[in-house]
């Protein structure tokens, strides 16, 4: 066994140019398809946890039928029974109630359409970040004061400044058109500007006083420790409310949006992958098909004396083996070092990429991921790919005659 | 002890669907020990016949008995099974492994026998000091004459003990005197360890030397 080990290594060296041209041809395949599945998932994670950390929260809790049909009346109150179950769930570690509304704010003579969003300035730091990004003045730290954060293009779009007094009109609870007076305390910049026209942040409480919904709030949105037991968690805390008018949603329904697109781009970097391990394999194929017919007369001798033909299409395995072998360590090295490079220098996009990016709400950068599944799927789906393309050069080993491979010239 | 028995051989090759006749009636035994050149001029049906009692290749008609078995009759598998544990084969090219050292190579016919690592390094060893050629252990065939390529070959045949070796014009690229020396060891192997010889060859010295001879003409016997 150990001799036919070192026959097949050996044979990989007998043609050296076209062995380290397949090599090659493997290795970079392997690098480009660890580098394109490692941008995909990279930045797949990155804006899931953009969107998610910066506004959803992986979980929150709502009416059933709300995210399908949001609308204010769609309420509950905060009971101590979700409050316990919250605390009493593992892997909870932070929520915070939310008021999502619409409205139409005022400043002298603008006024612009306003998506109100209410939250609890000390609850919502723990499960979301978009209170880090305030563009200018600062935000309120009451949630029942009149001061509120404004997108910093709706800001711009009204003509005001932040200290500036402005109208909010919105239709509460009741039905009835309600209107109150608020005090522009700072601006938020996300990066997606068709968000920043619109946002408008309150307190909760204030919220709750303009739109004389008592303490109903919309939804609670929920931080977890490790993404990975979103589906536990997520699972464990349904258990726990006893409300059957609720429903706790992962932030895949919440952003379906968002959860397509990704899908989207991931599904066309797996068929993109498809092609180019198909073109891999038919390399494969065509430099096995070329060695082995090279070597007819040397297989018909050796089968002559006795070599059993299953024997001489297992060492075309694993010639082939080898040669991928090498192939796909090299490529995992430089695929792990340009991988890694990336995810400390992600790349960062300009101009009317930048613009594209930002319309769908998607950060203008592409970061990568050394996350070892990819290493391990592309390593497998090549070594798998290489083992196919040989059945056929294999195939026709097994099927030579010892005079036929003699006789052959 | 009767090792070899064709009966009626028949070959009629096709070529291209013209059917060309290389072995006509040839009726040919051979027993344990013997020393047996097929000569012959070129395109008699030497090396048809000699693939035939080597069980490369099936007659047309006729049988042969190999230690009183049939093999006409067995599959791809046995027959490969055969050519491995009974027979050795030398050939006119030497068609040794290029990428193998000459101790390897003759390793390589024991490795498929499944013999253990270090009984085929001792075994192979102990063959190439009784042929004189140990100093080639570790040398590649494309380091080696012709000769010494041969020579190889020669171990490679018979060291898993075959009942015969079959050798097709096993001196026909080697120049006399390495030819003579390639005898002298084949006639060392077949009177010491009583290998069953038969090979092919339009040398003259060659015939000269052969203890029986069998003399091929039109793909007949012409004794
Ligand atoms: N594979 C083959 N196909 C067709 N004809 C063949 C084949 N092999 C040998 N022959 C013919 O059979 C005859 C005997 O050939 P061969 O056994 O090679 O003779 P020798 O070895 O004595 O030169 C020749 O006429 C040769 O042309
Ligand atoms: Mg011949």
Known sequence: ?409 | MEILKAERLVKIYQDNGVPVSALNNINLTVSKGEYVVIAGPSGSGKTTLLNLLGALDKPTEGRIYFEGEDITTKDKNELSKIRLHKLGFIFQAYNLIPVLTAIENIEFSMMLLGISDKERKEKALALMDELGIKELANKRPNEMSGGQQQRVAVARAIVNNPSVVLADEPTANLDSVTAGHLLDLMEQMNSEKNITFIFSSHDKNVIDRAKRLIILKDGRIDN
Not at chain 1, 288 to 312: A, C, N
Request: charged content about 15%; hydrophobic content about 45%.
């Open chain 1, 1 to 409: 066994m150990k001799l036919l080990i070192k026959l097949a290594w050996r044979n990989i060296w007998r043609n050296k140019r076209r062995s380290i041209l397949t090599l090659a041809a493997i290795m970079f395949a392997s690098l480009l398809a660890i580098a394109m599945r490692g941008i995909q998932l990279g930045t797949y994670d990155l804006n899931i946890k953009n969107v998610v950390e910066l506004f959803s929260g992986y979980l929150q809790i709502q009416e059933k039928g709300y995210n399908d049909n949001p609308n204010l009346n769609s309420s509950f109150q905060v009971s101590t029974n979700i409050i316990n179950a919250l605390k009493d769930t593992k892997g909870v570690s932070g929520f915070s109630p939310r008021i999502y509304a619409d409205g139409l704010i005022s400043y002298k003579d603008e006024s612009r359409g306003a998506s109100i969003f209410a939250i609890e300035p000390g609850a919502e730091s723990q499960v979301t970040s978009f209170m880090k990004n305030v563009n200018k003045g600062k935000f309120f730290s009451s949630d029942s004061s009149n001061e509120i954060v404004l997108g910093s293009e709706l800001l711009d779009n009204l003509n005001a400044k932040v200290g500036d007094n402005v109208i909010i009109l919105a239709q509460g609870y009741d039905g009835a058109l309600e209107n109150n007076k608020f005090k522009i305390v700072g601006t938020v910049k996300f990066g997606a500007p068709g968000m920043e026209a619109a946002t408008v942040i309150m307190g909760i409480k204030t919220a709750q006083s303009l739109l004389a919904m008592e303490n109903h709030v919309n939804a609670i949105a929920i931080k977890i420790q490790n993404i990975e037991q979103l589906k536990k968690v997520k699972f464990s805390l349904a258990g726990k409310i006893k409300s059957s008018s609720l429903s706790v949603l992962s932030w895949e329904s919440i952003n379906p949006g968002l959860e397509q697109l990704l899908e989207f781009s991931n599904v066309r970097g797996i068929v993109f992958l498809g092609i180019l391990f198909v073109i891999v394999a038919f390399g494969i194929l065509n430099t096995v098909l070329m060695s082995v017919t090279e070597r007819y007369r040397e297989f018909g001798v050796v089968l002559s004396i006795g070599m059993p033909q299953i024997k001489l299409a297992y060492l075309i395995y694993l010639e082939t083996f080898f040669i991928t072998l090498v192939g796909i360590v090299l490529g995992n090295i430089s695929g792990y070092i340009l991988n890694s490079y990336i995810v400390h220098h992600p790349i960062m996009f300009g101009g009317e990429l930048k613009k594209f990016y930002e319309t769908y709400h998607f950060l203008p950068q592409a970061q990568s991921s050394v996350q070892f599944s990819i290493f391990i799927n592309v390593s497998i789906s090549i070594i798998f790919i290489s083992l196919l393309s040989c059945i056929y050069p294999a195939y026709k080993v097994y099927k030579l005659e010892p005079l036929k491979g003699i006789r052959h010239t």
